[in-house]
């Protein structure tokens, strides 16, 4: 299994909604991170997750909330978001914190959308 | 720091075209870069990668050659398809890292 998997593939939710984005890879990667892409931009790192500790936070807003409960999944639950954060959320995992040359593997995205 | 500089896009081809991407880069000690694409509706995929000063990165015709003289990892193809059209981040990752440092991304369109 080569894939990371997220779901779902498309989220409309209100200000003051409580939702989750989910991501599951079973490649044994130990690294897994979270990315947010406006259109026509490239990805920004929010969170990464090595050894299924947060080793990152890129100075996110509290109304984004990481949790990674096992090597596999790693989750992101969202309260009361604004309208400017609807975009394409990626996920993404990698060997290792160490091992940079081999690349990232990412999901298809959820794509976000706050009414 | 670290940056990656790639050509502004789109970039507009006719099928079977040759395809040139420009990527140059700004980096402390020895970095590993990547080629992404990303197309319509969906995440980033691994194109290819090099590790090394002079490693030729390749898949599914594409290649790129890491040249450390240059800061350059450019993208090319002898024959594009429509197929091919989609958003290409050029990236790096530092020695001793694991984040990516992306560039803008360049948009191909490729008309039959």
């Known amino acids: 299994d080569t894939e990371v998997t997220q779901t779902p593939k498309h989220l409309v939710m209100g200000m003051t909604n409580k939702k989750s984005l989910k991501c599951e890879q079973h490649?044994?990667?130990?690294?897994m991170y979270w990315y947010k892409q406006k259109a026509k931009k490239p990805p920004e790192l929010m969170f990464v997750?090595?050894?299924?500790?947060?080793?990152i936070n890129e100075s996110v807003p509290s109304r984004f909330s990481p949790e990674c409960p096992n090597s596999s999944l790693l989750n992101l639950h969202l309260h009361a978001l604004q309208p400017e954060d609807s975009a394409l959320y990626l996920c993404?995992?990698?060997?290792?914190?160490?091992?940079?040359?081999?690349?990232?593997?990412f999901g298809s995205g959820t794509r976000l959308t706050v009414v | 720091g670290n940056s990656v500089t790639q050509m502004e896009g789109p970039v507009t081809l006719s099928e079977e075209a040759f395809l040139t991407i420009n990527c140059t880069y700004t980096?402390?000690?020895?970095?590993?870069l990547f080629w992404y694409v990303q197309y319509p509706g969906e995440g980033l995929q691994l194109l290819l990668k090099?590790?090394?000063?002079?490693d030729k990165g390749s898949n599914k015709g594409f290649e790129a050659t890491y040249r450390k003289e240059t800061t350059s990892f450019h993208l090319e193809k002898g024959s594009v398809q429509v197929s091919d059209s989609a958003v290409y981040f050029c990236?790096?990752?530092?020695?001793?890292?694991?984040?990516?440092?992306f560039g803008r991304g360049t948009s191909l369109i490729v008309h039959p």
């Open positions: 993404a995992s990698s060997p290792g914190q160490w091992q940079g040359g081999y690349g990232y593997t």
């Open positions: 490649m044994g990667h130990r690294a």
């Open positions: 997750y090595s050894y299924e500790k947060l080793s």
């Open positions: 980096a402390t000690g020895y970095p590993s």
């Open positions: 090099a590790t090394k000063a002079d």
């Open positions: 990236a790096l990752i530092p020695g001793g890292s694991y984040i990516p440092t």
